[in-house]
């Protein structure tokens, strides 16, 4: 059985569905510090969980005899910032709490992301490789890449089958984004939508890698259905789909709606951005496990609009 851990966040919710629909409802078990999220009810098991309480979760993975862990709990790159230990407190421990147990109770395979967000100002920014300088500026950064280290020390150490991506900033419409620099490449389509105009944190040309939802959830169930052997990265593999700037993405959104203005006001997460890659080399991903994008620009936006 699967447990998925903040079955209520951006990724979470969509994830806890994916799973459902491929392993059935019954199998996939969601938690959450939060309530259930309205569309997650009704559709499986749902139990109040906090990752960082270890006895708690032990006895849960026993109890609902869960071989399979997909750990999407954590403080995001913005919200970390305003409090770091807390941020690296949370991030740390609730995966140290999840690669014990799993080698505890040798469970199957553990899932947790990685982000883009490892990389610094020092790597270089564009087609960002797999193996490079990776100086991470945020205590988000910074937990994300601690995160890759133990998770292929418990691979290599104890044969803890846990997978991991480099995930870019992600955009979906079924469940809000959670504090991340990223955010502003949602909010955009909701203020489009309801008030034709936005003031973007980043600067026109602020360029991201960013994927749509539904390419990062097929990557991450393609992951972990890959043939194990053919998994060369244990600490998280680069991923890729697009990358666009705020002025670019507001040129598509005005194809759609053409009284769309979009205005700039930079704030603290500018200087987070500016310290990311613009653009990620993914070959590894496509050469181990077939990985291939199915949206761009285009095609996100025009879903986007049409489902919010
Ligand atoms: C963030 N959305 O902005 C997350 C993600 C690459 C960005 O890690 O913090």
Redesign the pocket.
Known sequence: KILVIGACGQIGVELTLALRKMYGDANVVASDLREEHDLLKGTGPYVSLDVMNKEMLHVLVIRHNITQIYLLAAI???TGEKNPLLAWHINMQSLLNVLDIAKEENLDKIYWPS???VFGPNSPAKETPQHTIIEPTTI?GIS?FAGERWCEYYNHRFGVDVRSLR????ISYKSA???????YAVEIFHEAKENQKYTSFLSENTY??MMYMPDAIRATIELMEADAAKISIRSAYNLSAMSFSPKEIGAEIKKHIPSFELSYEPDYRQQIADG?PDSMDDTLARKDWGWKPEYDLEKMTADMLQNI
């Open positions: 995001l790159s913005a982000s883009i967000a988000y994300k995930y870019p900033g992600l984004p959670g504090g991340g620099t990223t955010d991201l890698p990311w």
